[in-house]
């Protein structure tokens, strides 16, 4: 059992910037983020595994970025450049890997981003 908290949402004005951070109780293989808007589906953010393997969704490549710090079991995604679209609930994923490259088995709560003018 993997348990995941996270922080760090909130309200911004489009092109500004906001870092999520998520901690989970154990070390895990891969760390990353989903989000889900509105209407739409869950989908994957970005993800980087402990060996620092990373990948992005095409629609956040060059203004996010995800790091892991592996002593401290955390995660963290810094947006930057944030547009209205990016509005969304995000939620933090850890998995095993038997998941990879699919969404793992635990979450986190998720955590409001709301980018608006």
């Known amino acids: 059992q993997v348990q995941l908290v996270e922080s760090g949402g909130g309200l911004v004005q489009p092109g500004g910037s906001l870092r999520l951070a998520c901690v989970a109780s154990?070390?895990?293989?891969?760390m990353g983020w989903y989000r889900q808007a509105p209407g739409k589906q869950r989908e994957l953010v970005a993800r980087i595994t402990r060996g620092l393997s990373i990948n992005y969704a095409d629609s956040v490549k060059g203004r996010f970025t995800i790091s892991r710090d592996n002593a401290k079991n955390t995660v963290y995604l810094q947006m930057s450049s944030l547009k209205p679209e990016d509005t969304a609930v995000y939620y933090c994923n850890a998995g095993f890997p038997a998941s990879w490259p699919s969404s793992g088995d635990y979450w986190g709560q998720g955590t409001q981003v709301t980018v608006s003018a």
């Open positions: 154990r070390s895990i293989f891969s």
